[in-house]
């Protein structure tokens, strides 16, 4: 069946430290990764994306890492800070699928300061 | 502005009840979503409209009915209420079934009593 997978459910992290949060796929087919942050009471946002032709995709405090040998995603969060304090999930989207988004399970960051 | 709203934010209500819940997204999209967001916050997609046409219709009860009036709207219609229908909805909208521009709403929180 059709699974996008996080093996953390939790995570907690010093203020300042760095963080990662993984992310397994099940389908090779899977083209399109996304990782979305989703916030008390609000709805998912986009945070970063990355497509199956690419291994590492680099944005502000945040990079995204594809292993697509072991369809594998991970989220890094460089000197992680409170407003950083969410659920992370990752979603992935196949090429012909009209814009469906399948999500993983979630991971709870919580920063400690 | 609100890019994509949904109303209501809380519902609470009583088995066997009928209930619907609203979307608008000002973004000039032409797809629409609704997602079910369950109790160990696992995000699932239930349906999808582009240009006022179904085109996902994932294995839902057909207690609930999905309606788009116009490619700015698409409500949800949930007839019967149960207990399990106690989720949070979500609401969302893309460019042309693709993943461009997905804007997810704030998210209508059922409870079914």
């Known amino acids: 069946g059709e699974s996008v997978g996080l093996h953390l459910p939790t995570l907690s992290v010093q203020e300042g430290d760095n963080s990662i949060i993984n992310c397994a796929y099940s389908n090779s087919a899977s083209d399109y990764f996304i990782w979305y942050k989703q916030e008390s009471g609000k709805g998912p946002q986009f945070i970063i994306d990355i497509r199956s032709n690419m291994d590492k995709r680099q944005g502000q405090r945040v990079t995204v890492l594809l292993n697509k040998t072991v369809k594998h995603l991970s989220l890094q969060i460089a000197a992680t800070q409170p407003g950083d304090s969410a659920v992370y999930f990752c979603?992935?989207?196949?090429?012909?699928?009209?814009?469906?988004?399948?999500f993983g399970q979630g991971t709870e960051l919580s920063v400690k300061p | 502005d609100t890019a994509v709203s949904q109303t209501p934010k809380y519902l609470v209500t009583q088995m066997g009840n009928d209930k619907s819940i609203k979307c608008e997204q000002n973004?000039?999209?032409?797809?629409m979503y609704w997602y079910k967001q369950d109790s160990k916050k696992f995000l699932k997609i239930m349906f999808s409209y582009n240009n006022k046409e179904l085109i996902i219709n994932e294995t839902v009860p057909n207690r609930f009915s999905p309606k788009s009036p116009d490619k700015a709207h698409l409500n949800l219609h949930i007839n019967s209420l149960e207990l399990g229908d106690s989720a949070v909805y979500f609401c969302?909208?893309?460019?042309?079934?693709?993943?461009?521009?997905?804007?997810f709403g704030s998210g209508t929180r059922l409870t079914v009593v």
């Open positions: 979603a992935e989207n196949r090429e012909g699928q009209g814009g469906k988004l399948i």
């Open positions: 973004l000039g999209h032409d797809t």
């Open positions: 969302a909208s893309s460019r042309a079934a693709t993943t461009q521009g997905y804007t």
